[in-house]
């Protein structure tokens, strides 16, 4: 599976952003899916993951209520819908599928990463 993760960009704070992350090959249905961020000196931290079918989803705290993880398995693209967005939020963002049904917050359970694309959200 490659991951192609795209519609980062520079905004301000309380403006929103939908990333993307569009996935090649035929088993993308079969996976879960990861958002993770990287901050400059932080470690990778999991913001959203969903199951393959969508049916269970996770957030970190800091999130919820403001970003909404989805899949279309018809397109193999995963979406994070982004709102009222924080300079905290500011961060490089991956995509990343695991070869199982059940989402994971661990990073080394993903076996599949996209390029990264940068969120900067100015105060």
């Known amino acids: 599976v490659q991951l192609q993760a795209s519609g980062g960009g520079l905004v301000q704070a309380g403006d929103s952003l939908r990333l993307s992350c569009a996935a090649s090959?035929?088993?993308?249905?079969?996976?879960?899916m990861g958002w993770f961020r990287q901050a400059p000196g932080k470690e990778r931290e999991a913001v959203a993951a969903?199951?393959?079918?969508?049916?269970?989803?996770y957030y970190i705290d800091s999130v919820k209520g403001r970003f909404t993880i989805s899949r279309d398995n018809a397109e193999n693209t995963l979406y994070l819908q982004m709102n009222s967005l924080r300079p905290e939020d500011t961060a490089v963002y991956y995509c990343?599928?695991?070869?199982?049904?059940?989402?994971?917050?661990?990073?080394?359970?993903?076996?599949?990463w996209g390029q990264g694309t940068l969120v900067t959200v100015s105060s």
């Open positions: 969903i199951t393959w079918n969508g049916d269970s989803t």
């Open positions: 090959g035929r088993t993308f249905r079969r996976y879960a």
């Open positions: 990343a599928a695991r070869m199982s049904g059940a989402w994971s917050t661990y990073p080394t359970r993903y076996h599949y």
